[in-house]
């Protein structure tokens, strides 16, 4: 049974869902995250001290816990599985009382070296990344000319470890829609669930234009073409993917369309970036400061009252809003400091 959450925003939602990423660093550079150009050699990643350790992460999720009982816990970046002995963070994290999911998103390329490690430390699941089963176009979207296998080998390694795979393609229009067909049937015949995601405006590198965003419904009509679907419900108020199952079987897809069909009523999800501050929304831009007072040695209740303050005054809806008029602008958190 899940107990309500303790903590509700302006707009009625409760807390329920902690994301948190772990670096900034990442092994790839995908276009519409991390742009080669933009994220390059010299670029200033932050130092070691700047991060949290996981003692902090530790104890800011012993703190969510007992302030709106939060159960589920993303691990994200960044690529997490850069940070340096990920899988001690997540031993932590499970032996919280109160924490009962616990998932990573990773791009896969390390993770057929760390699958089996991440299993025994608590993981349960995985969602891997994967834009495309095309070589070329693999290595120009991730921008260091990585191929396909590496990722299908990762992902073949965690569903032997045990951890439950779902994945992930971001759908660029012009990019990789032609990509949405082969990706549906080869995981169909795995077993993964697949979640496409719209394009979407993070960050402030990737020059997103709303014409390159390939939708919800033309996603839907290019599979049904040769796979017909049916919708299905939610597994739970505020689940991100709608949810779609191929007709007569019970092997299911996702869509994830923050763009044409924005789900901000639902929202319930706070995001702790890696250098600590805590974002009400992806869409965020500065974040509140958790680190300094953490540092500062505040006490259990200071930091409650400050968690309760920033989401009890909570009223974001970015996605709502630019629904409602694309032509918003305003600086906005980098996707690599805050995770998906
Ligand atoms: N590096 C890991 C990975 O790629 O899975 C975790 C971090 S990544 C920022 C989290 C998710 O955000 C990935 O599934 C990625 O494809 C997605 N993402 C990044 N930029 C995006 C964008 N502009 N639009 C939609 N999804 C995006
Ligand atoms: Fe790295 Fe993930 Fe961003 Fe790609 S989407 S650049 S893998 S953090
Ligand atoms: Fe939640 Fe912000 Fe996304 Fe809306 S735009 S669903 S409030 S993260």
Redesign the pocket.
């Known amino acids: 049974m899940t107990t309500a959450s303790k903590l509700i925003d302006a707009m009625g939602r409760p807390l329920r869902d902690l994301r948190i990423s772990v670096t900034d660093r990442?092994?790839?550079?995908?276009n519409?995250?991390?742009p080669a150009e933009l994220f390059g050699p010299d670029y200033p990643f932050l130092s070691n001290e700047q991060l949290l350790s996981f003692e902090e992460i530790e104890r800011l999720v012993l703190l969510f816990v007992k302030e709106a009982a939060i159960k589920k816990i993303r691990i994200t970046?960044?690529?997490p599985l850069m940070r340096k002995n990920v899988d001690h963070l997540i031993e932590k994290l499970v032996r919280i009382d109160g924490i009962e999911d616990i998932g990573m998103t990773t791009?896969g390329y390390l993770l057929s070296t760390y699958a089996k490690r991440l299993k025994q430390a608590g993981l349960q699941r995985v969602t891997v990344?994967l834009d495309t089963l095309n070589n070329e176009r693999f290595g120009e979207m991730?921008?260091r000319g990585i191929g396909v296998q590496s990722v299908l080998d990762g992902i073949a390694a965690a569903a032997e470890a045990g951890l439950q795979v779902k994945v992930n393609m971001v759908v660029k229009k012009g990019v990789n829609e032609t990509d949405i067909l082969p990706m549906a049937k080869y995981f169909r015949n795995r077993g993964h669930i697949l979640r496409f995601i719209e394009y979407m405006d993070v960050g402030n590198s990737n020059g997103w234009k709303l014409d390159e965003v390939f939708s919800k419904k033309k996603i839907i009509e290019t599979i049904n073409k040769e796979m017909p679907l049916e919708a299905i419900d939610a597994n739970y108020r505020g689940e991100v993917a709608t949810r779609y199952r191929y007709k007569g079987s019970n092997e299911e897809i996702g869509i994830i369309s923050s763009v044409t069909d924005s789900f901000c009523s639902t929202c319930n999800r706070a995001r702790l970036s890696v250098e600590g501050r805590l974002f009400t929304c992806l869409f965020g831009s500065k974040g509140h400061d958790l680190k300094r007072p953490l540092r500062e040695q505040k006490s259990d209740d200071y930091l409650l009252e400050l968690i309760r303050e920033i989401w009890q005054t909570r009223d974001d809806r970015y996605s709502d809003e630019r629904f409602e008029r694309t032509d918003i602008e305003r600086p906005k958190v980098e996707?690599?400091h805050i995770?998906?």
């Open positions: 990442c092994n790839f550079r995908c519409y995250c991390m970046g960044g690529e791009n990344s991730n921008g996707m690599s995770g998906g």
